[in-house]
């Protein structure tokens, strides 16, 4: 099989590393849950003969892994952490890959009345005004890190008050979906994988473009200086290939149900 999810923290990834042909890439969920990486990697194999395993996790634990060595490239979405990811010698470069938007989604009877506004910090705020169930990651993953940057605009932190009304699983976002609506509750999620996620019933996108909602995700190879392990020839070829006009053009096509989940805009 041309490519190989690994949803695990960190499974080995020394081993794959010592294969010349293989790298090991350390990404975010939502990438890999909308299922771009089934639509680019056979791309990227057959034009240079690299196979890539991806680990799937949250934003922050894939670049502790990635800090610890267990991979070759870092594609995530928190631009502050993949900064400091490069200037604390981590990484060789980081280059912007693509983006989307996060939305905000909820049950039919839109306890708090947030249906239609474009101010999400305001949104969150009438939430938790009245007290309604919000399904939070709670994973320090990248979607995490815009949850909280939100509620700190709205002026509230809603951790005071977890397990209550606030609900973090610390877990992915499709578990977390799958949580919140069953809850009845709202949630937080990026576009790509409310789009591609087949339990939604009748919940729906209550709050979008609102300017602070946008996805930036990030491209970053290990730098060999700081893990000599890594296979810095194939992920430097992996990240010039996702940034090129033909890696550019092939995340463009990517869509499901005639809905583009990812913009590319590598410079």
């Known amino acids: 099989m ?89 990484g060789v470069a980081r280059h912007d890959l693509m983006f989307n938007d996060f939305v905000l989604v909820g049950p039919p009877n839109d306890p708090a009345g947030v249906a239609g506004m474009k101010d999400v910090a305001k949104a969150l705020e009438k939430i938790a005004d009245h007290g309604a169930i919000f399904a939070s990651r709670g994973d320090d993953s990248g979607t995490h890190k ?20 606030y609900r973090e699983t610390g877990s992915g976002m499709g578990a977390t979906l799958n949580t919140g609506i069953g809850m009845a509750g709202y949630v937080l999620s990026d576009r790509a994988t409310w789009i591609s996620f087949a339990n939604k019933l009748d919940f729906a996108i209550f709050v979008e473009g609102d300017a602070k909602l946008r996805n930036q995700y990030g ?49």
């Open 146 to 165: 815009k949850e909280m940057s939100l509620w700190a605009d709205a002026g509230f932190d809603p951790t005071g008050v977890s397990g209550t009304w």
């Open 2 to 90: 041309i490519l190989r999810f690994v949803i695990a923290l960190c499974l080995g990834a020394n081993a794959a590393l010592a294969d010349p042909g293989r790298i090991v890439v350390q990404s975010t969920t939502s990438t890999a849950n909308s299922g771009l990486y089934d639509h680019l990697l056979p791309r990227f194999q057959e034009k240079s003969g690299i196979d890539v395993a991806v680990v799937a996790v949250g934003t922050g634990q894939a670049i502790r892994n990635a800090m610890n060595c267990d991979g070759d490239v870092l594609i995530v979405h928190s631009r502050p952490d993949e900064v400091a990811f490069v200037q604390g010698g981590h």
């Open 219 to 267: 491209i970053i190879a290990v730098d060999p200086d700081a893990c000599p392990n890594v296979h810095a020839d194939g992920a430097q070829a992996f990240v010039d290939w996702m940034i090129s006009a033909e890696g550019q053009d092939a995340i463009g096509a990517y869509e499901i149900d005639d809905q583009q989940l990812f913009f590319p805009n590598a410079k």
